[in-house]
């Protein structure tokens, strides 16, 4: 019910959302994921779509239902978001970067099962660098100009608002969203704070889905008053 009274500030607006983990095999068996449950991104895609916007929703291994009249894409590996993101791009206008993306990625997956060897010692693993979705999106013609509108978040451990001033720099976005992770993974509550050039504005201790709803009209006038 309260979604049908939520003004419709994205009519015509094509939402991208990652969200959840990512998994990196090391064998066909095995992998390397973390603790993201995805709610707070499945949140995000709920309320963009309440509020009238065309969804798509690009999803790590989660188990969640997938929010009413929105596209889902089911993916793995961060390189199987990155893909189906780059997919998507081009006609999306606001992309919102929840997922919790592996930073790294074995350097080789096994064509088979890794067995023990009976020598006792353990294999050793190497990583490389995963690539970042959220950058890379956000170098892109389209976002410099403007024309897509690049959302990042971050869950830092300490320094929240320091450490999230400076990945939004880093991260070339126009808005960075913090949160105290990782005391939030898998809760349904939370508490966020909004960094965009302006400043720090604090988003207080909500549902998931109450915090998403002020977090897209928060989006909504950004995008309103910049294009
Ligand atoms: N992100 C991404 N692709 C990656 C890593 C991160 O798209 N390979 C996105 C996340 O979805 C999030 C934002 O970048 O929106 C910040 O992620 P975070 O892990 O906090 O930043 P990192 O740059 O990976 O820095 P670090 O983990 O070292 O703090
Ligand atoms: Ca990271």
Redesign the pocket.
Known sequence: LIAFFQPKLLTGQHVLV?AGPTYEAMDPVRGITNLSSGKMGFAIARAAREAGAEVTLVAGPVCLPTPRGITRVDVRS?SN??EAVMDKAPVADIF????????WRPAQEAEQKIKKDGSGQAPTLSFV?????????AQSPRAQSGELFC??????SQDLVA?AQA?RL??GVPL??GNIGPATFGQDDNTLLLVDEQGVRELSRDTKLALARKLIADIAHKTRATG
């Open positions: 990652t961060a978001m990155l919102v970067a929840t997922a919790a993306v592996a930073d660098e995963n690539p970042d979705i959220l950058a890379t999106l959302v990042g978040f971050a869950a830092e450490n990945k880093r991260k960075l969203v």
